[in-house]
């Protein structure tokens, strides 16, 4: 049989898909396509991650026997034709990528360069779009608790005759603690790189116009790594995953998270090995509990696999949609760090440094911030996409127009917003800052606060109807009432003209 599997940079895996099912002798094709890193400021240490993995996955099937073609190219396009001049009677075979509108445009481009690719499922997801369809039949109004469930039910993952471990399908409300002075987080977990690693960091400084700061990289780039920081995991963080997975707390950018989400997203890892391990050490290891343990499975058998086929249903609407109008474009200090609002200070720096923040900074500061500012939901998600280790297009775009920006209502049913009292309550970043946040208007005004007003009373027509936002309107009732509100407009004013000159 004259058919090559094709392995795209994000399925890096011998476990499943086409590759699994080839003798180790076989034949394999990798692609590593340049353009795609120049179209904008990616995060060096994304860079680094995707091209170090791929580079380390071809030397590991080579070690292994198989016969590799490893082509670097500026486009898929130059290196396919390459591939199937050298290769005319071959057919490739790859798994669909997620990304929308991805099989056409490879299938395209395959015949261009006068070759076929077969597309197969992607197997590096515990469900497949067939089971995810049936579920959700003529609905579009997909939910994701309800979908959750059925996922338990389905995978038996912590599941007792039919029933929910516990008794209960989430452990939440023990799930948001912060944690006291004293304590402090669990290392996190170091990877010794060899030259091939080193000498394409370097590259990726010299040869693309990057953001962020590529001297911290510590992401795995190999399976053996991404086990070591499963383990890693299991062992030191995920006992107080749970509790504190909702904190924020400045010197701290991991706090006890997984830090799996990057190896995840390009296949060195397969999801449901995670959730195995995690349901695992729940059953074996007495410091996990069932909140952190249920927490944690939550993410990857609930929210992953459901942003997934979300982004599936919803595209190409999803990437533009921007159901609030909001038009302003993203703040400079997204890209700077430069500003005086600690919290977004302390979270962009993590960024840069790392590549990465916890869900909570992502929604709460980053998203939260951009949602009452007014941006464009499009240019927040392009953000995250460039900034983030763990990005990936068919990830932010449900996470960060919808469930961040509330741009679209498939299932977020009311926009993440809140003034500082959360941040606050969440966080040791007010303590540092020189805004206050108990103060709405004035010098020391924390600007969350009056713009949580203003957003408030900006989308009134919008969002007053929304029975879930009850309770916040009548608040923006009563300060309508005191004659509030105008001072609390002049207050946002004084913010946009101190953003414009880099200064808020
Ligand atoms: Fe952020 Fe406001 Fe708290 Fe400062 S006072 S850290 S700007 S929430």
Redesign the pocket.
């Known amino acids: 049989d004259n058919e090559v599997p094709w392995i795209l940079g994000t399925q890096l895996t011998t476990q499943c898909g086409p590759l699994a099912r080839s003798s180790d002798s076989s034949r394999v094709l990798l692609i590593e396509a340049h353009d795609f890193a120049r179209r904008m400021p990616y995060h060096s240490q994304k860079l680094t991650l995707v091209f170090a993995a791929m580079r380390q996955f071809r030397d590991r099937l080579q070690a292994d026997g198989y016969d590799v073609t490893y082509i670097q190219a500026e486009t898929f396009k130059a290196g396919l034709s390459t591939f199937f001049e050298e290769n005319p009677d071959t057919r490739l075979v790859t798994m669909r990528s997620p990304s929308y509108g991805s099989e056409r445009r490879l299938r395209d481009i395959a015949d261009d360069a006068g070759g076929e690719v077969r597309f197969v499922e992607n197997e590096l997801f515990v469900s497949t779009r067939a089971a995810f369809d049936g579920w959700a039949g003529d609905d579009e109004q997909f939910k994701h608790e309800s979908f959750y469930r059925w996922m338990r039910r389905e995978s038996g993952v912590l599941i007792d005759d039919g029933e929910p471990l516990g008794g209960e399908w989430n452990y939440d409300d023990e799930n948001r603690e912060f944690p006291p002075d004293s304590w402090e987080a669990p290392p996190v977990p170091t990877h010794d790189y060899d030259d091939s690693t080193t000498e394409t960091a370097e590259w990726v400084s010299s040869t693309f116009d990057t953001w962020g700061s590529n001297e911290l990289f510590n992401w795995p780039v190999t399976r053996a790594q991404a086990l070591d920081q499963l383990e890693h995991f299991l062992t030191h963080r995920l006992p107080e995953f749970g509790p504190y997975q909702d904190a924020m707390r400045s010197e701290e950018w991991a706090m006890s998270h997984a830090l799996l989400s990057g190896a995840v997203n390009i296949g060195l890892l397969h999801p449901m090995e995670v959730i195995a391990g995690v349901e695992d050490a729940y059953h074996n290891r007495p410091a996990v509990d069932l909140p952190s343990a249920e927490g944690c499975i939550r993410q990857l058998l609930g929210w992953r696999e459901f942003m997934r086929h979300v982004y599936r249903h919803s595209m190409p609407e999803l990437a533009t949609a921007n159901q609030l109008d909001a038009t302003q474009a993203l703040p400079e200090l997204y890209w700077t760090g430069e500003t005086?609002?600690?919290?977004?200070a302390e979270t962009i720096d993590a960024v840069h440094s790392h590549g990465y923040s916890h869900h909570i900074q992502r929604l709460m500061?980053l998203a939260n911030f951009a949602t009452l500012w007014g941006v464009e939901p499009d240019q927040l998600n392009e953000w995250f996409h460039a900034t983030y280790v763990d990005a990936y297009h068919w990830v932010t775009t449900p996470n960060v127009i919808e469930m961040g920006q509330y741009g679209h209502g498939v299932f977020a049913t009311k926009p993440y917003v809140s003034s500082?009292n959360y941040?606050?309550g969440m966080?040791d970043?007010?303590a540092?800052?020189?805004?206050?946040?108990s103060v709405d208007t004035g010098e020391t005004a924390?600007?969350?606060?009056a713009l949580y007003w203003d957003f408030l009373d900006r989308n009134e027509s919008k969002l007053r109807s929304n029975h879930r936002m009850g309770l916040m309107y009548s608040h923006v009732d009563t300060k309508r009432e005191a004659g509030e509100l105008d001072d609390l407009g002049e207050q946002v004013d004084t913010f946009r003209v101190r953003a414009e000159n880099n200064n808020l």
């Open positions: 005086a609002m600690n919290c977004l500061v500082a941040i606050d966080s970043y007010c540092d800052c020189q805004y206050d946040p924390c600007p969350f606060n």
